[in-house]
């Protein structure tokens, strides 16, 4: 069965850091690009970055900077680096695989179960 | 691409026919996806390539349109529909979903 299981959410203060972690199973993971997504309470769902199977990554142009993708293939892990964290950036994080291997832009057909980050002093 | 959904609440009866729109601020041609959320869950692709049902999904769940304006058409509302539906635009970085619909029955 393929599963994201998803760890490394919690509170942290304005200014700081926090790494979210994706561990995969069920797929061969070097061979499906990866996302984040987020959604603030109560609203929508917005797209944060995507690393493809050669290690290139994308960004929302707001999160530049400031946010950094990585994969470890080798554990079937993908992470997420936050750091400069804001307000604004309380969000409940999914990770999800793209549909089709090998593709680096395709649709997100799995899901993991959703990571909290509050930021508050 | 900013993709504008509408309405942003629909409330039917069960039974009832439910029309989603998304209109998109520039083509995507096809590549435009609908998802659905249910409380406390994680977002399920439903359709994709505008029309293709993602496997389990029930057939009383349509999508149609391409360029700018797509539609996803619940064909008989049934109670687990209850649900906020997004659709999303994978034509051009950044990925962009649109603000959701929220489907509710009277």
């Known amino acids: 069965e393929v599963q994201l299981l998803q760890s490394g959410g919690g509170l942290v203060q304005p200014g700081g850091s926090l790494r979210l972690s994706c561990a995969a199973s069920?797929?061969?993971?070097?061979?499906?690009?990866m996302n984040w997504v987020r959604q603030s309470p109560g609203k929508g769902l917005e797209w944060v970055a995507t690393i493809s199977v050669r290690y290139d990554t994308y960004y929302a142009d707001s999160l530049k900077g400031r946010f950094t993708i990585s994969r470890d293939n080798s554990n079937n892990t993908l992470y997420l680096q936050m750091s400069s964290l804001k307000a604004e950036d309380a969000a409940i994080y999914y990770c999800a695989r793209d549909k089709r291997a090998k593709t680096s832009r395709d649709w997100f057909d799995t899901w993991g179960q959703g990571s909290l980050v509050a930021v508050s002093s | 691409i900013v993709l504008t959904q509408s309405p942003a609440t629909l409330s039917l009866s069960p039974g009832e026919r439910a029309t989603l729109s998304c209109r998109a601020t520039?083509?995507?041609?096809?590549?435009l996806a609908w998802f659905q959320q249910k409380p406390g869950q994680a977002p399920r692709l439903l359709i994709y390539d505008v029309s293709k049902r993602a496997p389990g999904v029930p057939d009383r769940f349509s999508g149609s349109g391409s360029g700018t304006d797509f539609t996803l058409t619940i064909s008989s509302l049934e109670p687990e529909d209850v649900a906020v539906y997004y659709c999303?635009?994978?034509?051009?970085?950044?990925?962009?979903f649109g603000g959701g619909t929220r489907v509710e029955i009277k």
């Open positions: 069920g797929f061969t993971f070097g061979t499906y690009a």
């Open positions: 520039q083509s995507v041609i096809t590549y």
């Open positions: 999303q635009q994978r034509s051009d970085w950044p990925l962009t």
